[in-house]
């Protein structure tokens, strides 16, 4: 398989980057995580579509998930919602919209993240469902990774995921996610052309 992994954070000392880091080192390579970035997308603006399209970083990263069997995004939490740069670079890549079968439709997507307040990343990653929802994207719900407290689970200077029950908690979600992912890519009906003007 071919999973698109992207962190929701353009921080250097991400927890979130830190902890996407921890998944591609503790996953099978069964699994097949790519890590791409949102760095470097622009705000999404509209008129900029309507006389340009899409950017050619948002095409390019459009294709990579295009041709994947799913999507893991790693999220921060930021005033109890979704970052603004993520949501924005998913935003793009929803662009146009006659594309989204392309890109998303009846993928499997898992979402985890890490924040260093008490209650995780519950809030966002709620948040995130109804963004599937629109894209048409299968949710993983089989376990959770709401990493709390991170300044205390991450090495302060190589920022390694260090807590010992956390690694073994993100391997089995790897894992269970793996089948799911394995299950909905049996199941996924193949996507139609690429829309004109990409």
């Known amino acids: 398989m071919k999973i698109v992994a992207l962190s929701g954070s353009l921080r250097k000392a991400s927890?979130?980057?830190a902890l996407l880091r921890a998944a591609v080192a503790l996953s099978q390579p069964s699994l097949g995580l790519v890590v791409e970035t949102i760095r470097g997308i622009p705000l999404y603006d509209g008129d900029e579509e309507a006389e340009h399209g899409v950017p050619p970083i948002v095409a390019a990263l459009k294709d990579v998930i295009a041709a994947s069997d799913g999507l893991l995004l790693v999220t921060p939490e930021y005033n109890?919602?979704?970052p603004g740069v993520f949501k924005?670079?998913?935003?793009?890549?929803?662009?146009?919209?006659?594309?989204i079968p392309r890109v998303f439709r009846g993928k499997a997507v898992g979402?985890?993240?890490a924040t260093p307040g008490p209650l995780g990343t519950r809030l966002s990653q709620t948040a995130w469902l109804q963004t599937f929802r629109a894209l048409q994207l299968d949710p993983y719900f089989g376990s959770a990774i709401y990493l709390d407290g991170a300044g205390k689970q991450f090495d302060a200077t190589s920022l390694?995921?260090?807590?010992?029950?956390?690694?073994?908690?993100?391997a089995a979600y790897l894992k269970g996610f793996e089948a799911f992912a394995a299950a909905v890519a049996t199941t996924r009906v193949a996507p139609p052309a690429a829309a004109p003007g990409r």
């Open 15 to 17: 927890y979130n980057s």
């Open 80 to 82: 109890g919602g979704i």
């Open 88 to 99: 924005n670079a998913i935003d793009w890549l929803s662009r146009p919209a006659s594309d």
């Open 111 to 113: 979402v985890i993240g």
């Open 160 to 170: 390694e995921l260090t807590d010992a029950k956390t690694r073994e908690r993100l």
